[in-house]
């Protein structure tokens, strides 16, 4: 089989494939949550995550019902947890993980995955949440001026 062919091939049953219902339906629920996040809802501004899952990872995003943004959790060495808000601290633009920091797409920001200030404009490193754990949780203070 030729490249040319090969390619006309494939696409076609990538195509039929993509045109089943349930194949849409499988990608497009995948595409809802993405892998490693969990939502949640504050009670008390105070975000309660089960420790199990940090079982098998160190780090989760969280997504807290109407809080503005998204908190990175990453379990340190020592089992201390390390809570960052995922905002820059420059004009208060969501960040993105990128992976062992986090970026900002408005002006370029960029800080450590400690939360440091890497590059800026932003001057200030990010904001970390006080935690602790109670039973088998980490709780989570929000802070609500953010
Ligand atoms: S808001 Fe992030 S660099 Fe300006």
């Known amino acids: 089989m030729d490249r040319k062919e090969f390619i006309k091939t494939s696409c076609t049953g990538v195509c039929v494939a993509l045109g089943s219902g349930f ?9 809802k949550t993405p892998l490693g996040v969990i939502k949640t809802a504050a009670k008390d501004n105070n975000v ?38 995922m905002m820059c601290t420059h004009a208060s633009q ?7 920091s986090y ?4 002006h370029g920001s960029q800080f450590s995955n400690t939360g440091a200030v890497l590059k800026g404009p932003a001057e200030k490193n990010m904001i970390e949440l006080p935690s602790r754990i109670v039973s088998n949780n980490l709780t989570i203070k929000l802070n609500t001026s953010i």
């Open 23 to 31: 194949i849409m339906s499988a990608l497009l629920s995948a595409c």
């Open 103 to 106: 970026f900002c797409t408005l």
């Open 48 to 85: 309660i995550i089960p420790l199990a899952e940090f079982e098998h990872t160190d780090y989760k995003l969280v997504r807290v019902n109407n809080y503005n943004y998204d908190l990175a959790i990453q379990k340190k060495e020592d089992g201390t947890f390390r809570v960052l808000v």
């Open 94 to 100: 969501p960040l993105t993980k990128t992976g062992n």
